[in-house]
């Protein structure tokens, strides 16, 4: 089955924040987005909200209740007992759970499974007690024990951080070699029993290779390339393209 497309729509609300207006509307994109056949929207509510604001929770989850209830939300962040709250308010059908430090760009690495085991394990029980989903953010690079421990915490899905790889571009065989540990990685993770999410840098141009080495990837979470592509062909085309990037039939 090709990977299901969730449209992260932080770099959207980032363009918004810019300036005390309500354009581009948030909901509005991810519509969109939806209507073109996107599985779902991420956000990442950070603490400082400089893009995603908590309000906009609230107003995501209904967009997906009424109109598009196939569909799933997508909640990323540390869980700071404020962003658990959050989580468990708007009851997304998914929480991927990321190890940033407040002051971070954006994500930028994996957990350490094994360091944060006990951690992970509690905050684990706790939403998935409330029947969300949870990922765990981690870094592709074929260490099998660390899937192994992040299977033990009683996560469903780890998230490949497919930065390193995104930032092959311009490198071709250093893109072998960094698709290839997001697949080692993926494989241990498929031996102990999670599903594989990915996302960062991903695009058009460098999705069908990882697809091709990790052809049971269940989601990639696409924002800044997608956003990017989307001031070229519009939101709707967009999404299509990434769609059959993805291995969609569109």
């Not at 990977?3 to 363009?15: D, T």
């Not at 690495?109 to 509690?122: E, I, K, V």
């Not at 939101?235 to 993805?246: G, H, L, Y």
Request: glycine share 8%.
């Amino acid at each position: 089955m090709p990977a299901k497309l969730s449209v992260n729509l932080n770099a959207i609300a980032m363009l918004r924040n810019r300036r005390e207006l309500p354009w581009p509307d948030v909901a509005q994109f991810g519509r969109i987005a939806l209507e073109a056949g996107a599985s779902g929207l991420t956000v990442h509510p950070r603490p400082d909200q400089r893009h995603i604001r908590f309000t906009d929770l609230p107003v995501l989850r209904a967009l997906i209740d009424d109109s598009f209830p196939q569909a799933e939300f997508n909640i990323e962040g540390y869980p700071t007992e404020e962003f658990l709250q959050l989580c468990e308010a708007a009851e997304p059908e998914q929480v991927t759970l990321v190890p940033d430090d407040p002051t971070q760009a954006t994500s930028d690495h994996g957990w350490d499974f094994a360091g944060n085991r006990s951690f992970l394990t509690d905050v684990v029980s706790r939403l998935k007690a409330k029947g969300m989903r949870v990922s765990l953010f981690a870094d592709g690079d074929g260490n099998a024990e660390a899937m192994h421990a992040a299977r033990e915490t009683g996560a469903d899905r780890v998230e490949l951080y497919t930065g390193p790889y995104g930032g092959c571009y311009d490198d071709p065989e250093r893109a072998k070699v960094e698709i290839d540990r997001l697949g080692r990685t993926a494989d241990a993770a498929f031996a102990v029993g999670l599903a594989v999410n990915a996302g960062h840098d991903l695009t058009v141009a460098n999705l069908p290779a990882l697809m091709k080495r990790i052809p049971n990837l269940a989601e990639v979470s696409i924002g800044h390339g997608l956003t990017a592509d989307a001031l070229e062909f519009g939101m709707a085309e967009t999404v299509r393209r990434f769609r059959r990037a993805c291995g969609q039939a569109v």
